[in-house]
Nanobody, 123 residues
């Protein structure tokens, strides 16, 4: 079992930055791939970024590539999402997810989810 708790969301102006954190419980954190998804009002949950168990491989949605960076610290059981050059269209609830692998871009791949943190980007 893995429990995930996100933090770091908030209100920021367009062009600004935020760093999201996701703290995981459990001794097997380092064996899980980690991902970030987001869901805007009236829209489906969409893939944002993922990182493999070691941190050696990362994956990004085209819409955030070059602006967002996913990283992890296995000693702290934490995964991060650094978000730069934020745009109003990045406004959404951001969710952290964990699982042992699969097709990272598909939400049904992921078995464990956090409660989400709101990110609002004003224009």
């Amino acid at each position: 079992q893995v429990q995930l708790v996100e933090s770091g969301g908030g209100l920021v102006q367009a062009g600004g930055s935020l760093r999201l954190s996701c703290a995981a419980s459990g001794r097997t954190f380092s064996s899980y791939a980690m991902g970030w998804f987001r869901q805007a009002p009236g829209k489906e949950r969409e893939f944002v970024a993922a990182i493999n168990w070691s941190g050696g491989s990362t994956y990004y949605a085209d819409s955030v590539k070059g602006r967002f960076t996913i990283s992890r610290d296995n000693a702290k059981n934490t995964v991060y999402l650094q978000m730069n050059s934020l745009k109003p269209e990045d406004t959404a609830v951001y969710y952290c997810a964990a699982d042992r692998g699969g097709e990272y871009t598909i939400s049904t791949t992921w078995g464990y989810w956090g409660q989400g943190t709101q990110v609002t980007v004003s224009s």
